[in-house]
T-cell receptor, first 113, second 115 residues
Framework: GENVEQHPSTLSVQEGDSAVIKCTYS??????FPWYKQELGKRPQLIID?????GEKKDQRIAVTLNKTAKHFSLHITETQPEDSAVYFC????????????FGTGTQLKVEL | DTGVSQDPRHKITKRGQNVTFRCDPI?????LYWYRQTLGQGPEFLTY????????KSRLLSDRFSAERPKGSFSTLEIQRTEQGDSAMYLC?????????????FGSGTRLTVV
């Protein structure tokens, strides 16, 4: 089955700096890669996603890059703000295989003033 | 409310008791997923339905767990003879078939504590 590894487990940045979270996956059949943000005690919320036919996608301060050959993808947050503080999860799935997501272990992002 | 609803939000039960959780997906979504999340970990896939058909179950889903989606709308997840290791957040999610532009929408979860 799919295995997703995520690094770092914790990340502390100053407000206004950039944050980068990296994930690797093992199953070459995976073709959909979403990122979720989860605040304490709340549901995971989809913030951005990318399909395997695209190398990069951007939405305002958030961007995701995908390297299919190396089987890794990354989340980039620019101009970080205190409200970006949360746990971020990457995930991978095979859309044709039921789209069940395999999640990484999460990154606790703390944006300090 | 057009989101995914889960009930109850919290459940405390004694070891050995049975518990049942309910999930109401977004009405136009015909796929429904159950995940389990323990503290400090990412959600783990348990099972999913397309309409009323249960199409896949994880090895994590022991014989004590059963899920149903009788009319292709709401779903229930039952855990029989609960164990302390069952303590976790149980998340439900839904998505439309074939169009994953918006990915999953998760519910707020049911937090189970087995004492």
């Amino acid at each position: 089955g799919e295995n997703v590894e995520q690094h770092p487990s914790t990340l502390s940045v100053q407000e206004g700096d950039s944050a980068v979270i990296k994930c690797t996956y093992s199953d070459s059949a995976s073709n959909y890669f979403p990122w979720y943000k989860q605040e304490l005690g709340k549901r995971p919320q989809l913030i951005i996603d990318i399909r395997s036919n695209v190398g990069e996608k951007k939405d305002q301060r958030i961007a995701v890059t995908l390297n299919k050959t190396a089987k890794h993808f990354s989340l980039h947050i620019t101009e970080t703000q205190p409200e970006d503080s949360a746990v971020y999860f990457c995930a991978a799935s095979n859309v044709g295989g039921g789209n069940k997501l395999t999640f990484g272990t999460g990154t606790q992002l703390k944006v300090e003033l | 409310d057009t989101g995914v609803s889960q009930d109850p939000r919290h459940k405390i039960t004694k070891r050995g008791q049975n518990v049942t959780f309910r999930c109401d997906p977004i009405s136009e979504h015909n796929r429904l997923y159950w995940y389990r999340q323990t503290l400090g970990q990412g959600p783990e896939f348990l099972t999913y339905f397309q309409n009323e058909a249960q199409l896949e179950k994880s090895r994590l889903l022991s014989d004590r767990f059963s899920a149903e989606r009788p009319k292709g709308s709401f779903s229930t997840l039952e855990i029989q003879r609960t164990e302390q290791g069952d303590s976790a957040m149980y998340l439900c999610a839904s998505s439309p078939t074939g169009e994953i532009r918006y990915g999953y929408t998760f519910g707020s979860g049911t937090r189970l504590t087995v004492v």
